[in-house]
């Protein structure tokens, strides 16, 4: 079974402060994804990387940074968060077979 | 407009009825998946599908590229099966694309 893991599971932070979101995958997938869902909303790409080292711009960038340092990490980074930022982030790890895993979501609050 | 639109958006079952909900696609789809969000929030895989069907217990899914749609059908519908549930097409370009989701209510 494919695992995704997410921490923190919740955070509330500050208008202005920097937030960091963190992704773990233990399938040896080459593919990894950070998805933000509003309430009553799909998910929406913000950012992927296919690769370590490196990461490429989804449909809703701005406002957000990634971070691949390893196949097995991908981070979101938030730098000065704002209100509009507040939303479930799901992260997803996808392998050869293009099928993908979800983690099992980070709730954001920014204040 | 929506590269994935699934239909309907909401709907409600009672228990023990059938129902197909269903997403068209305005872009070369390849695959296609299918996930369930629980009360919880947690995503789950229902179905990876390349153009074909699959089965599953009292779900069952089929994906016609060529006619750009595809549909998941629910048979004997539990309380358990409420959720929303969305589809999410693939065009080998890395990314998925996902639909807005049907919300389903399983009433008793």
């Known amino acids: 079974e494919a695992a995704v893991t997410q921490s923190p599971r919740s955070k509330v932070a500050v208008t202005g402060g920097k937030v960091t979101l963190s992704c773990h995958q233990t399938?040896?997938?080459?593919?990894m994804y950070w998805y933000r869902q509003d309430t009553g909303h799909g998910l929406r790409l913000i950012h992927y990387?296919?690769?370590?080292?490196?990461?490429e711009k989804g449909d809703i960038p701005d406002g957000y940074k990634a971070s691949r340092p390893s196949q097995e990490n991908f981070s979101l980074i938030l730098e000065l968060a704002s209100l509009s930022q507040t939303a479930v982030y799901f992260c997803a790890s996808r392998g050869s077979s293009y099928e993908q895993y979800f983690g099992p979501g980070t709730r954001l609050t920014v204040l | 407009g929506d590269k994935v639109k699934q239909s309907p958006s909401a709907l409600s079952l009672q228990e023990g009825t059938n129902s197909a909900l269903r997403c068209n696609f305005s872009i070369a789809a390849t695959t296609v998946q299918w996930f369930l969000q629980n009360p919880r929030g947690s995503l789950i895989n229902l179905f990876y599908?390349?153009?074909g069907t699959k089965e599953n217990g009292r779900l069952k899914s089929a994906f016609d590229s060529k006619e750009s749609y595809s549909t998941l059908h629910i048979r004997d519908a539990q309380l358990e099966d409420s959720g929303t549930y969305f589809c999410a097409a693939d065009t080998n370009a890395y990314k998925v694309i996902f639909g807005k989701g049907t919300h389903l209510h399983v009433l008793p």
């Open positions: 399938n040896n997938h080459d593919y």
């Open positions: 599908l390349v153009p």
């Open positions: 990387s296919y690769v370590a080292d490196s990461t």
